[in-house]
């Protein structure tokens, strides 16, 4: 009877890995661009980064950190991610060097109870900058965000919310002219539209729409600096089931909307890795993951499809000629044929 | 006995049921039933230690043995899965059943796991699960929505259930007008009770599914709104005070929101109660949902606040609740332990408070968190003996 239960309480723990998403098991994180190989392995509680040399460095977490995103910055890493202490939500910053592991404080000044979606902002050489969703409710939060400078964090600015709803889902990139670029999406009422502000120096521009106001949810973008603008992906409720996005703004407008996946696809990301861009999505039903490779102006070029029904967001661990190799979090990696898209 | 909000095929089963109890003959409706959902739905080996196909397969058992003989509920749940993602595999899941009566849908745990994150707004999420209901009604298909579960204290995301109530909220508030149902899983396993999610829920999982035990008390719940009985008293969505701060002071005023998805709120019987007495509360709303205020006066202030929500419907024999809400001090008083009425004094008084409660568990009709002074959800010896002790004491 005891050794039923301990391992039906085994089975449990693993099972309950698979069925639900981001409650326990490991989620594989890479920096979305500027990446030479790292890989995250972040799970409530626990971490560790996977060097390009193969080496895994520990982190220490508490019981109640999560880490959720990964910056390539100079010759290391910066991770945040999240705390949750009962009601409130605070942020967690680490720094990686391949000799230590720091915490780094967050941006002073959180009255509000909750501070999510922690999303880093750096170049080539070192961290400029976060953003985050701040408020004293999840229907409440709002953008903010803070510059690096001088191994500190600014006064966070505030981007004042273009409606009265919740913003959620925010994402960020560094554009080559060196300003930030965030969306996110923002319920105005009747759904959630995405929207834009571009931050230039000390100038944070207010919030615009990049789609219009359509009476249908847009939602979870995915923005990437690419050449000399940048590409944005999310999901945009069509005909009932949602469907992938793919926009371009070139510097000063969006160009119109280029559907991408079939009728539920679902949690784009787009990723740079030898200066080729790359979207990753969910299908939702049968399910499985779907790589693609776009060109400058979000056009697939060639698409794979793992019929792998993980809940678990992949890793492109390696693209080659004809086949491409994603990584799963506990599992065996997967190889796929690149088919071109007419 | 309760007028279903359901569905013009749960209605006739409704009647037939009556009918053939009456006759004494034996029931041959048919009733189709999809149970639509996630993991909790699924309700996979090792959680169902039992192997009964979740509260889905309980549910047909159920249904079956309450004389509905060629009931059957098809379990089409599927692990992980969030609304988003539910609003495309609903469409093949209709398709393969146009001839069902009846889509029970709960789902949303997921998707708890990205709004916490920040990622995806519940907004969006209740957006989604009025689309899949959208799907399943233009088929002549009624629907059932239920609220997910709570999360258990040890669940690795949002254990305190912030975020899940938001869900839960949007739920009842979608729900509270026009004609659609909603089943309260969330009600009846909320306890913020250890011992309770140690009962129904699997051991140590960190996510939070139920064990055999949950899923049984899930199914009854469903056989009840499927056989349109009602058990379970209006419940409480939010309570506020007016000016914050711990202290209870004249002119404070309370509200609270209750809604109610069974025979509808006896609004005359629904009130605040303060220390223990009932207080002219002003009752405004519909039968599914009401709102309750109170403006604090002087002869309220004693030596403490303990604000309780007292709900009943219409139901026949009435379910009543009695939920406490909020406990304030008053400024410079101190209440003692066996003081149920919070006038400062532990007296005649509380002992005829405590009587009618003596020998209850929380969740029995006469149980009272004002006579539970040790707060172990049960009023028996120990705090009739907390009230001895201090017998004949006043706080000052």
Not at chain 1, 136 to 156: G, T, Y
Request: one cysteine or more; proline letters at 4%.
């Amino acid at each position: 009877m005891v050794v039923r239960t301990v391992i039906l309480s085994l089975l449990a723990l693993l099972i309950s890995d698979h069925l639900m998403a981001g409650a326990s098991e490991y989620q594989l994180i890479q920096p979305t661009r500027n990446n030479s190989g790292a890989v995250l392995h972040s799970k409530t509680g626990r971490a560790h980064l996977e060097t390009p040399g193969g080496s895994r460095k520990s982190l220490a977490l508490r019981r109640d950190e999560r880490l959720t995103t990964l910056a390539e910055v100079g010759s290391g890493w910066i991770t945040a991610g999240i705390r949750e202490k009962s009601s409130r939500r605070e942020l967690v910053l680490m720094s990686i060097s391949n000799s230590r592991v720091d915490r780094l404080d967050s941006p002073a000044g959180q009255s509000a109870r909750y501070r999510l979606n922690p999303t880093l902002l750096g170049n080539d050489s070192r961290l400029e900058g976060l953003a985050w969703l701040e408020g004293p409710d999840i229907k409440s939060l709002s953008v903010r965000l803070a510059f690096f400078q001088e191994s500190s964090w600014s006064n966070p600015v505030e981007v004042p919310r273009p409606t009265k709803g919740s913003q959620s889902g925010l994402s960020a990139t560094l554009l080559a002219d060196g300003s930030w670029l965030l969306v996110w999406a923002a319920f105005d009422g009747t759904d959630d539209d995405i929207f834009y502000s571009q931050v230039i120096g000390d100038l944070v521009t207010r919030a615009r729409r990049v789609t219009a106001n359509n009476r249908v949810p847009d939602v979870m973008p995915s923005i990437l600096a690419s050449d000399s603008g940048a590409l944005l992906a999310w999901s945009q409720l069509e005909d009932g089931d949602y469907r992938i996005k793919i926009s371009r703004f070139d510097g000063s407008a969006w160009s119109g909307a280029r559907t991408h996946g079939p009728p539920g696809s679902l949690r784009a990301q787009l990723s740079l890795q030898d200066n080729q861009v790359s979207l990753v999505y969910r299908e939702a039903w049968p399910r499985s993951w779907t790589v693609s490779e776009l060109g400058l102006s979000g056009r697939a070029q060639r698409r794979a499809n793992f019929a792998v029904a993980s809940d678990d967001r992949p890793i492109i661990a390696q693209s080659s000629g004809g086949t491409v190799v994603l990584r799963w979090a506990g599992a065996q990696p997967s190889e796929a044929a690149w088919k071109s898209v007419p | 006995m309760r007028v279903p909000l359901l569905t013009r095929g749960l209605i006739g089963v409704s009647c037939l049921l009556a009918f053939f109890t009456i006759v004494g003959s034996s029931l041959q409706a048919q009733e189709n039933i999809v149970a639509f959902g996630d993991s909790i739905t699924e309700g996979l080996p090792p959680f169902d230690e039992d192997r009964k196909g979740g509260y889905p397969g309980r549910l047909q058992t159920i249904l079956r043995s309450s004389g509905i003989s060629s009931a059957t509920v098809l379990n089409e749940g599927h692990g992980s899965e969030t609304t988003s993602e539910g609003l495309t595999r609903i469409n093949s899941v209709i398709s393969a059943n146009k001839a069902a009566d009846l889509f029970i849908i709960m789902e949303g745990t997921n998707d708890v796991n990205l709004v916490n994150s920040g990622l995806l707004s519940m907004d969006t999420v209740l957006a989604n699960l009025e689309g899949m209901a959208g799907k399943v009604r233009s088929e002549a298909i009624d629907v059932l929505y239920a609220t997910i579960i709570p999360r258990p204290p040890w669940a690795k995301q949002d254990s305190t259930n912030f975020v899940t109530f938001e869900l839960i909220f949007g739920l009842r508030e979608l729900t509270s007008t026009g004609r659609r149902d909603l089943a309260e899983p969330y009600e009846i396993l909320e306890n913020r009770e250890l011992a309770v999610y140690k009962k129904y829920y699997f051991k140590k999982d960190p996510v939070g599914h139920p064990n055999s035990a949950g899923f049984a008390l899930l199914a009854e719940h469903f056989a009840e709104k499927v056989l349109g009985e009602d058990t379970l008293a209006p419940v409480v969505s939010g309570f506020s005070k007016n000016r914050s701060g711990q202290f209870l002071a004249n002119g404070d005023q309370f509200f609270a929101l209750v809604h109610e998805s069974g025979t509808g709120i006896a609004k005359v019987d629904s009130y605040f109660t303060l220390n223990g007495r009932s207080i002219d509360t002003d009752v405004e709303g519909t039968t599914r949902r009401t709102s309750l205020s109170y403006r604090v006066t002087n002869s309220d202030i004693a030596c403490g606040g303990r604000i309780t929500v007292r709900t009943e419907d219409r139901a026949n024999p009435a379910n009543v609740r009695n939920r406490l809400v909020a406990e304030y001090k008053v400024e410079g008083a101190q209440l003692l332990k066996g003081d149920v009425n919070g006038d400062c004094r532990v007296n005649g008084f509380d002992l005829g408070l405590l009587g009618p409660s003596f020998g209850s568990k929380r969740g029995d009709v006469n149980y009272s968190e004002l006579a539970d002074a040790n707060n172990d959800d049960s009023v028996d010896g120990d705090d009739l003996a907390k009230l001895a002790r201090n017998f004949g004491k006043s706080s000052d």
